[in-house]
């Protein structure tokens, strides 16, 4: 199973790293994991047109998750010869924003079903609201959906896809917490969006310091990695982003903490894993 970080930024907007989204390949299986801002640029970087997803999975409604969300669906509904419904999972809620997208594209759906004599209907969207515990299939792999603790934003949710080859943990934006940890036990890999707590609390805006509430930092995701048995922690979702030079003091902090491999770069950083 390949894990391709496609945006590793977070919402402080930054020049080289897009917003959240990942990308999950297994066998002929294609997943979007959210869709952050500038996705499709790094989907396409990716060698993955949007009208080859399977399915794009959304782990919560923050804007920083769901930016791009409409391009994806324009994007893949004007590229597709033929009707190709997309699947969305997400969590409650996620029809309600999907519903707001559409209206959002209204005039722009109008435009080019008058525009295409071929195209003789809008967009085809699916969407699919999932609970801790939901099971769904898509192509080759299964996915079992678990709560995670990203308060007061919820509900949130991670996601355990099981493929031929590999189990992986999709944990989105949270702190630890035992459902997070039984999502993740026995996984062969586990990608976790993190903060540095000892970077962001020297910046004195209250506004920053509240993010500090809700997501994991780099020791806890390693903390959770360590705890399930996970084979290789996946960091993404930098606060603040990583410099130039300082992916090392980043990956020696969850070092002291997790004996496992430890991925962390940038933007198309991709790795394979395997059964452990
Ligand atoms: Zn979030
Ligand atoms: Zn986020």
Same mark, same amino acid.
């Given at each position: 199973?390949?894990?391709?970080?496609?945006?590793?930024?977070?919402?402080?907007?930054?020049?080289?790293?897009?917003?959240a989204?990942?990308?999950?390949?297994? +066998?002929?299986t294609? /997943? =979007?994991?959210?869709? +952050?801002?500038?996705?499709?640029?790094?989907?396409?970087?990716?060698?993955?047109?949007?009208?080859?997803?399977?399915?794009? =999975?959304?782990?919560?409604?923050h804007s920083? &998750?769901?930016? @791009?969300?409409?391009?994806v669906?324009?994007?893949?509904?004007?590229?597709?010869?033929q009707?190709?419904? =997309?699947t969305?999972? +997400?969590?409650?809620?996620?029809?309600?924003?999907?519903?707001g997208?559409?209206?959002?594209? +209204?005039s722009?759906?109008?435009?080019?079903?008058?525009h &295409?004599?071929?195209l003789?209907?809008?967009?085809?969207?699916?969407?699919?609201?999932?609970?801790?515990?939901?099971?769904f299939?898509?192509?080759?792999?299964?996915?079992?959906?678990?709560?995670?603790d &990203?308060?007061?934003?919820?509900?949130?949710v991670?996601f355990?896809?099981?493929?031929?080859?590999a *189990?992986?943990?999709?944990?989105?934006?949270?702190?630890?917490?035992? *459902?997070?940890?039984?999502?993740?036990? %026995?996984?062969?890999?586990y990608?976790?969006?993190?903060?540095?707590?000892?970077?962001?609390?020297l910046i004195?805006m209250?506004? /920053?310091?509240?993010? /500090?509430?809700? &997501?994991?930092?780099?020791?806890?995701?390693?903390?959770?990695?360590?705890?399930?048995?996970?084979?290789?922690?996946?960091? *993404?979702?930098?606060?603040? %982003?990583?410099?130039?030079?300082?992916? @090392?003091?980043?990956?020696?902090?969850?070092?002291?903490h997790?004996?496992?491999?430890?991925?962390l770069?940038?933007? =198309?950083?991709?790795v394979?894993?395997?059964?452990?």
């Amino acid at each position: 199973m390949e894990i391709t970080l496609l945006g590793t930024g977070s919402p402080i907007p930054d020049p080289n790293r897009a917003g959240a989204a990942t990308l999950v390949r297994s +066998g002929d299986t294609l /997943l =979007l994991v959210d869709a +952050g801002r500038g996705v499709i640029q790094r989907l396409v970087a990716a060698g993955v047109f949007p009208g080859m997803l399977g399915a794009v =999975l959304i782990t919560h409604l923050h804007s920083d &998750h769901i930016t @791009d969300l409409n391009d994806v669906i324009t994007t893949r509904w004007i590229m597709s010869p033929q009707p190709n419904p =997309l699947t969305i999972y +997400g969590p409650v809620g996620m029809a309600k924003v999907v519903d707001g997208i559409m209206m959002m594209l +209204g005039s722009d759906i109008n435009y080019r079903l008058d525009h &295409h004599g071929d195209l003789n209907e809008g967009p085809a969207v699916v969407v699919v609201e999932v609970s801790p515990s939901d099971v769904f299939t898509v192509g080759e792999v299964s996915v079992r959906v678990g709560a995670t603790d &990203h308060r007061p934003c919820g509900p949130t949710v991670g996601f355990r896809i099981e493929g031929a080859d590999a *189990t992986v943990v999709m944990g989105g934006d949270g702190i630890p917490c035992d *459902t997070l940890d039984e999502l993740c036990a %026995g996984a062969d890999g586990y990608v976790q969006t993190v903060l540095r707590d000892d970077l962001v609390k020297l910046i004195p805006m209250p506004r /920053l310091q509240d993010i /500090l509430d809700y &997501h994991s930092t780099v020791e806890q995701a390693a903390q959770t990695a360590a705890r399930a048995g996970v084979g290789t922690l996946v960091l *993404t979702h930098y606060v603040p %982003g990583i410099g130039p030079g300082q992916e @090392d003091d980043w990956r020696a902090l969850a070092a002291a903490h997790f004996s496992g491999e430890i991925i962390l770069g940038d933007d =198309l950083t991709s790795v394979n894993i395997t059964n452990s």
